[in-house]
């Protein structure tokens, strides 16, 4: 069965203090990664897509990477502004996309 | 531009009620999509339409009917809904279905069934 599990669930940060978020899957053919990120109340807003192990893309203060079992989200120098839930899924069987339960992310200055 | 606009953004409804969500985008998308989304979980996909057909349904009741009159407009059409079916509804899009289509979601419609 396909599976989505993120750490860790919540993560406090004080402005500027880098670290990683964890999305670790189970897939029959990984056909894309995706990282999401969502405000409260809002739609998730697309980040990244990762098709391949040793892939990396970067915006801003976030990048992500992916190897054959997992993925991170490193955010580097972190705002106030970068706190919101941060979604990891992956493409299922059918096509659809399988979410995690996300990481609740809190910058404080 | 990867806009996808939804209304209304609020709806109040009783259970006796009959409503409509709208979903819009003008991205040239084929693939549109319903998710439901419950407090502090994940979205769920309810349904697919993918070159204006419906191609997944993931076993949701019939109280809630999809729509999509043409390439760039979903509806979804709710009738005697349950309070437990008060959430956040989200539509998305996508170039197409296949596998290096992303999928652009919008603000979402928040409904609250008494």
């Known amino acids: 069965e396909d599976q989505v599990t993120q750490s860790p669930e919540a993560l406090r940060l004080q402005e500027g203090e880098s670290s990683s978020l964890n999305c670790s899957y189970t897939v029959s053919g990984l056909r894309g990664l995706f990282w999401y990120r969502q405000d409260p109340g809002k739609g998730p807003e697309f980040l990244f897509t990762?098709?391949?192990a040793g892939e990396e893309k970067e915006k801003e203060r976030l990048k992500a990477t992916l190897t054959k079992k997992e993925s991170f989200l490193h955010i580097t120098a972190p705002k106030p502004e970068d706190s919101a839930t941060y979604l990891c899924a992956v493409r299922g069987s059918q096509g659809n996309l399988i979410f995690g339960k996300g990481t609740k992310l809190s910058v404080k200055p | 531009d990867t806009e996808v606009t939804q209304t209304p953004k609020h709806l109040v409804m009783g259970m006796t009620n009959k409503k409509s969500l709208k979903c819009e985008q003008h991205m040239g998308h084929r693939a549109m999509y319903w998710y439901k989304q419950k407090a502090k979980k994940p979205p769920e996909l309810m349904f697919v339409?993918?070159?204006?057909?419906?191609?997944i349904n993931e076993s949701v009741p019939s109280r809630f009917s999809p729509e999509c009159p043409n390439s760039s407009l979903l509806n979804l059409h709710l009738h005697a809904l349950q309070p437990e079916d008060s959430a956040l509804y989200l539509c998305?899009?996508?170039?197409?279905?296949?596998?290096?289509?992303?999928?652009?979601f919008g603000p979402g419609t928040r409904l609250t069934v008494l």
């Open positions: 990762l098709y391949s």
């Open positions: 339409y993918s070159y204006e057909k419906l191609s």
């Open positions: 998305a899009s996508s170039q197409g279905y296949g596998d290096t289509d992303t999928q652009y």
